[in-house]
């Protein structure tokens, strides 16, 4: 697994919540987050790093985001 | 009522903190060491692996690649770690407001208020490790007890990703057993004091005549043989009540020995810089300055005098910490490390005794010297310099950003009696 950095656009909430929207890819492909699971703060081991974590339903399939740092990551295989 | 105190200990610190953001190396054995070429090339911290090696903390590189040679040595990350070690902290917050850190990675946490919230001491342990294994990806290791001393022995006894509970009914087999040396205060000096008297282990300690104690190590000998017996009553201070300050203090271990006055003269005032700044930063001045010379065999020492006033100066602390040093070093030895510290302080704007000659130049001295933290801290430390510092770039160095992690003291205030 690696530890890949990645854009996304955000929704910032008037209480201050952070929602992924879109996760752009290094070579441009967008992925819409359908749905946010669950958010908690954790640590990814396989990839390497500690942040908050959101596991999303991207086209129907469960994916994991971490934002560390003001930096959201993927791990990629 | 009786206290619940735990000691939380983050396991193989620096080195868990690398192996979680280096998958590669995890199962590798891994030490963390400070750079060779500056010298710094110690061992810092090793996981499980370099451990089982026999490699040891503080000890040279070379001497740990000699034990294991495939061991993968990396530089630390220090703000990676304060960033860890806030984190744990605010893990520790959501169970009291009694968190007292010790060092970067230890707390004390008294949580006898929160049991009627969360459940027991052995339970918050168990939340408190779960929660810092899952949020964090590093283990910590809680000792649970109903004093600040046995908690932290706990917190040693079964290690990694552990809690142990050590009651006032099984101290004396948790406890006793372990070599007096375990015990807080207990450094090398002691323990040959206490070892040549038949003390080896914290249950002798505890089980020695009190007379014995005190005429063996004075007033410290009754408050060990109180440790060893359980009866300390020290309190987890609140995480917000910042530590009362009683010294400020700098050292460097240089890249080269130093070998002559002007050297050791250089290095005194960039200390000395640093020194005064801290001080003038937290409103305070000084009276006693204090120096400290290891020597290239390792010995080392500690020399202080006094100030005619008190003074937050960088050239008024250099001037006398330089004095200090002509008169007690003969260079039958070269320098290793030299460290400047000021004590005895007061707050700046406090009332101070007059001089019956005064000397004018000290107060233009502080308006200097506080311009010059106004152009640091606009165009950073290196945007002015004392000449002396050019005359050997390599002994330069900006202790304030680049040495931030200080020692702590058990007792915040001075011991009553």
């Given at each position: 697994m690696r530890k890949v950095f990645v854009d996304v656009i955000v929704k910032y909430t008037k209480e201050g919540q952070k929602i992924p929207i879109t996760v752009i890819w290094g070579d441009g492909r967008r992925y819409s987050v359908d749905r946010v699971l669950d958010v908690r703060p954790a640590a990814s081991l396989k990839a390497g790093g500690c942040g908050i974590r959101y596991i999303c339903r991207v086209h129907g399939k469960e994916t994991t985001l971490w934002l560390e740092d003001d930096r959201w990551f993927v791990e990629a295989k | 009522m009786k206290r619940v105190i735990l000691h939380s200990d983050l396991n193989n610190f620096y080195a868990s903190v690398e192996c979680l953001y280096n998958p590669e190396i995890r199962n590798k054995p891994v030490a963390v060491c400070g750079s060779q070429s500056t010298r710094h090339g110690i061992v810092l911290a090793k996981n499980l692996y370099a451990k089982s090696y026999g490699v040891k903390t503080g000890e040279p590189i070379w001497q740990a690649r000699s034990k294991c040679p495939k061991l993968v040595v990396v530089r630390p990350n220090y703000s990676q770690y304060l960033r860890f070690s806030s984190l744990a902290i605010d893990i520790y917050r959501r169970y009291t407001n009694l968190v007292e850190p010790f060092g970067i990675d230890e707390c004390w946490l008294d949580v006898t208020e929160s049991t009627g919230l969360f459940g027991d001491g052995e339970t918050i342990a168990e939340r408190i490790r779960n929660e810092i294994k899952n949020e964090l990806g590093i283990t910590v290791s809680i000792g649970v007890s109903y004093n600040k001393i046995f908690a932290k022995l706990g917190s040693d006894?079964?290690?990694?990703d552990a809690v142990t509970v050590i009651t006032r009914e099984n101290f004396r087999q948790?406890?006793?057993?372990?070599?007096?040396?375990?015990?807080?205060?207990?450094?090398r000096s002691t323990s040959e004091k206490l070892r040549k008297v038949g003390i080896c282990t914290i249950g002798d300690l505890a089980e020695a005549p009190g007379g014995l104690l005190s005429s063996l190590l004075g007033k410290w000998g009754e408050m060990l043989w109180a440790f060893a017996n359980g009866y300390d009553q020290t309190p987890v201070s609140k995480f917000e009540d910042k530590p009362l300050i009683k010294s400020v203090g700098n050292s460097l271990t240089t890249s080269k020995d130093l070998v002559c006055d002007d050297e050791a003269r250089i290095l005194i005032y960039v200390l000395s810089e640093s020194v005064g700044e801290r001080l003038r930063k937290h409103n305070l001045k000084g009276r006693t300055v204090q120096i400290t010379i290891r020597a290239n065999d390792l010995t080392f020492i500690e020399r202080q005098a006094p100030l005619s006033s008190y003074t937050f100066t960088t050239s008024e602390i250099a001037e006398k910490a330089c004095e200090i040093f002509r008169n007690v070093w003969d260079w039958s030895k070269n320098v290793r490390l030299l460290g400047v510290r000021v004590t005895n302080l007061v707050t700046a704007d406090d009332y101070v005794q007059l001089?019956?000659?005064?000397?004018?130049r000290s107060i233009k001295r502080e308006l200097l010297d506080k311009s010059i933290d106004k152009i640091r801290s606009r165009?950073?430390?290196?945007s002015v310099q004392r000449?002396?510092?050019?005359?050997?770039?390599?002994?330069?160095?900006?202790?304030?950003?680049?040495?931030?992690?200080h020692p702590v003291p058990y007792f915040n205030q001075p011991l009553s009696n």
């Open positions: - | 006894i079964k290690k990694p948790k406890i006793w057993p372990l070599p007096v040396e375990d015990l807080l205060y207990v450094g001089s019956l000659f005064p000397d004018d165009f950073g430390h290196y000449a002396l510092l050019l005359r050997d770039r390599s002994l330069n160095a900006n202790p304030v950003e680049e040495n931030v992690i």
